[in-house]
């Protein structure tokens, strides 16, 4: 049994550390689930009635406390190679909008009664809620009038289902809205190449520290074409550099398949 236990626990620690999490004090950005998550604590006040209302009083704190802490991380987000969270909310309504998003925060788990009587809980919000507020109105240019937009085309027996961008030994950091550049510094993904849609529900890109659960990831599984990059771009060393001669197997892959278009494009790093 003791066995048993300690394969589940070392299959979890293995399946976690494939994911590329931010791990912080009070919380954590989860770019492989898409998720951003913190910890609320809450103590009793003194002057509750009874242990019920004490419980109920702590609660109430220790969400208020996860909440304010989910601003403070939502806030330090990478959103781009330039562009933290804190950066792209100076606007007022953008603001407003986001922390009114966070405060529909759902927790996760049951809560935590610690020793000395004070309660934890944690709350989360999903990266997709925060791109619906950030990313712009349209990001795949529409069809001209009179010209008729090609369909997607879907993945084929042999056809590239995804891409994998290789960026581990670049020192590539992960973003909510990542670009891959050519070595010429324009973008062959980035705003005007992906369907909001795609980007808003998925994410711009997937994240792994394994080849091997890329290769399983449902955003790419079946016949990725992996693509390894040169260089990391950026001030926030967010965006992927990748050779020239990658660039028109990228593009051979989207013309036939769509995969930019779909957001069907996973990022590797260390």
Request: proline share 5%; net charge positive; charged share 20%.
């Amino acid at each position: 049994m003791k066995k048993l236990i300690s394969l589940s626990v070392l299959l979890l620690s293995l399946s976690f550390s494939q994911g590329v999490v931010t791990q912080l004090e009070k919380g954590s950005v989860n770019y492989s689930e898409q998720t951003i998550s913190a910890i609320g604590i809450g103590f009793v006040p003194q002057n509750a009635i009874n242990a019920g209302q004490a419980r109920r009083l702590a609660l109430r704190i220790a969400k208020q406390d996860a909440l304010r802490q989910l601003i403070e991380i939502v806030n330090g987000v990478t959103l781009t190679s330039e562009t933290t969270m804190s950066g792209a909310m100076v606007d007022d309504v953008i603001n407003t909008k986001v922390r009114g998003f966070i405060r529909g925060a759902r927790q996760n788990g049951d809560p935590k009664y610690l020793s000395d009587t004070s309660v934890e809980v944690e709350y989360s919000v999903p990266m997709s809620g925060i791109s619906d507020l950030m990313l712009p109105p349209l990001t795949v240019p529409v069809a001209a009038p009179g010209e008729v937009a090609s369909a997607p085309s879907s993945p084929n027996a042999g056809g590239i289902t995804g891409i994998i961008i290789d960026a581990r030994g670049l020192k590539t950091r992960p973003a909510m809205a990542p670009r891959i550049l050519d070595q010429n510094g324009n973008a062959v993904y980035g705003p005007g190449t992906y369907s909001r849609e795609y980007a808003v529900k998925n994410g711009v890109a997937g994240y792994s520290k394994s080849l091997e659960a890329a290769q399983k990831d449902a955003r790419v599984m079946g016949n990725p074409l992996i693509i390894k990059g040169v260089a990391a771009a950026g001030t926030n060393r967010t965006d992927i550099t990748v050779s020239n001669a990658d660039v028109s197997k990228i593009d051979s892959a989207n013309r036939s398949y769509s995969v930019l278009k779909d957001c069907r494009v996973l990022i590797l790093l260390d």
